[in-house]
């Protein structure tokens, strides 16, 4: 009988285990489903590095909140990332951008992009993008960004 017992314990708690595994992964799967294009691209990129999936959407659904609060408080802001260009001209295109049409450009990273630091710039740029566009028009930040080149 107690081997019986035993043996329905170890059952309940494969069952409950892979069921958690399940739930994890399913609620994983709903969540990337609501990323934009950009997002899942690069969620969907980490494929073979699956260590850092839970740290991709940590972090991009930190940068949609804090966006969020940005936005809340009436600051309209950009994370730029990738290989920057000289700091004069760089500074130069983030102050005209910054006094003409008051977003702010922020520098978060050069070449050296993780997986955490993708998932923010892109959640938190995604809810900046959208009011911008609301604001300004759609198709603005591409406008702007090829005057200002």
């Given amino acids: 009988m107690k081997f ?3 043996i329905t314990s170890l059952v309940i708690t494969i069952v409950a285990f892979f069921a958690g595994t399940m739930a994890t992964k399913l609620a994983a799967a709903y969540e990337v489903g609501s990323f934009s294009p950009d997002a899942r691209w690069w969620y969907d990129s ?3 590095h699956k260590e850092n999936q839970v740290p991709f959407i940590t972090a991009y659904k930190q940068g ?5 609060s940005d936005v809340k ?3 309209l802001k950009l994370k730029v990332g990738g290989w920057p260009s000289p700091p004069e001209v760089e500074e130069k295109r983030f102050s005209n951008i910054h006094q ?3 977003i702010e450009l922020n520098r978060i990273t050069d070449c050296g992009i993780t997986a955490k630091s993708q998932g923010y710039w892109l959640g938190y740029n995604e809810v900046m993008k959208s009011v911008i566009e609301q604001r300004y028009g759609a198709g603005f930040l591409e406008k702007i960004s090829s005057e200002e080149n």
């Fill in 4 to 6: 019986v017992k035993v």
């Fill in 46 to 48: 980490l494929g073979e």
């Fill in 64 to 68: 949609k909140a804090e966006a969020q």
């Fill in 73 to 75: 408080q009436g600051n």
């Fill in 100 to 102: 003409k049409y008051d």
